[in-house]
Structures are given as structure tokens and as C-alpha cells.
């Protein structure tokens, strides 16, 4: 689907992306968190609970991702809040990092 319209996709949900950069200081911050927070999930997954390595890794990803998700869901449910798909992104990114490097260690 072809979005057009700068403010939603026709799917009802506001995106921002006018002030919204690819690599501000918010995006760093999404980065870092969700790295941190994979390896902290996948670490307690690993030595805390006792979960093999594979599986950790996708705990702690899918937590660090289904974090980033809901801040996204909280900032639309705000008044006047939009949800960022580049924010997503840094999410995305920094969860795969912190699990590539949970399965390295």
C-alpha cells in the first residue's frame, strides 16, 4: 500500500515524521534501551531460570521488542501523540544486537 497522506497510512494510526530523524538522540535512546534490555531478559533467561541458549535469545528479544511496542501503542494512546515506525526501527535494531550478542557469549 502506497501512503500517501503524511500524517497515517489510511489505517487510522497518526505516524510522525517530519521532526522525527533517522538518527536524533531519540533514536539512540531506543537503541540502547532495547539492546540493554535483550541482553538483561536473555541473561535471566540463561543463568537465572536455567533456559538454553537458543531459546534465552528469543526471550530476551521478544521482550525488548514487545517493550518498544508498547511504549509506541502508550505514546498513541496519548492526546495529541503519533507513533514512530523509526522508533520501531532503533527498537528492532537494538534488540537484534543485544541477542546477537547474548548468543555470542
Known amino acids: 500500500m502506497d ?3 503524511p500524517a497515517s497510512c489510511g489505517n487510522g494510526v497518526p505516524v ?3 521532526a522525527d ?5 531519540d533514536k539512540a535512546q531506543h537503541f540502547v534501551v532495547a539492546f540493554l ?3 538483561a531478559a536473555g541473561y535471566a533467561a540463561r543463568h537465572r531460570w536455567n533456559r538454553g541458549r537458543t531459546r ?3 526471550w530476551g528479544f ?3 521488542l514487545s517493550a518498544g511496542i508498547l ?4 505514546d498513541i494512546r496519548r492526546p495529541g501523540g503519533r507513533a514512530s515506525f523509526r522508533d520501531l526501527a532503533a527498537d528492532l535494531a537494538g ?3 543485544g541477542s546477537l550478542l547474548l548468543s555470542w557469549w
Open 56 to 58: 534465552a535469545v528469543r
Open 71 to 74: 511504549k509506541e501503542i502508550a
Open 21 to 25: 530523524p533517522w538518527f536524533g538522540r
Open 95 to 97: 534488540a537484534a544486537g
Open 3 to 5: 501512503c500517501q497522506m
Open 16 to 18: 510522525r515524521h517530519a
Open 37 to 39: 534490555s535483550a541482553g
Open 62 to 64: 521478544g521482550a525488548a
